[in-house]
Nanobody, 116 residues
């Protein structure tokens, strides 16, 4: 069964850190382009970061560059998003997405709330 399951969301104070995890199963993870997206309350879903294992590249949205780090462990079929210096505007449901062989798979999302 093709599946992505996010975890690690929660409530954090401004300036704090969280690490999100995405567990993948049922598809060739190491061949996949993996991404994080987020959807703030009342807004559209937006791209956050991507990791393309085959070429070893990572890319970030300007809004998170220097604060967030995407990583992956192909041996464990896991992807991560380390989020530092969090801001209230980072509040959103965070989703992981896999793209492989022209197909896309989305997780169910995990809520991150940045508030004092």
């Amino acid at each position: 069964q093709v599946q992505l399951v996010e975890s690690g969301g929660g409530l954090v104070q401004p300036g704090g850190s969280l690490r999100l995890s995405c567990a993948a199963s049922g598809f060739p993870f190491s061949d996949s382009a993996m991404s994080w997206y987020r959807q703030p309350p009342g807004k559209e879903r937006e791209w956050v970061a991507s990791s393309i294992s085959a070429v070893g590249t990572t890319n970030y949205a300007d809004s998170v560059k220097g604060r967030f780090t995407i990583s992956r462990d192909n041996a464990k079929n896991m992807m991560y998003l380390q989020m530092n210096s969090l801001k209230p505007e980072d509040t959103a449901v965070y989703y992981c997405k896999a793209k492989y062989y022209g197909l896309e798979v989305w997780g169910q999302g995990t809520l991150v709330t940045v508030s004092s």
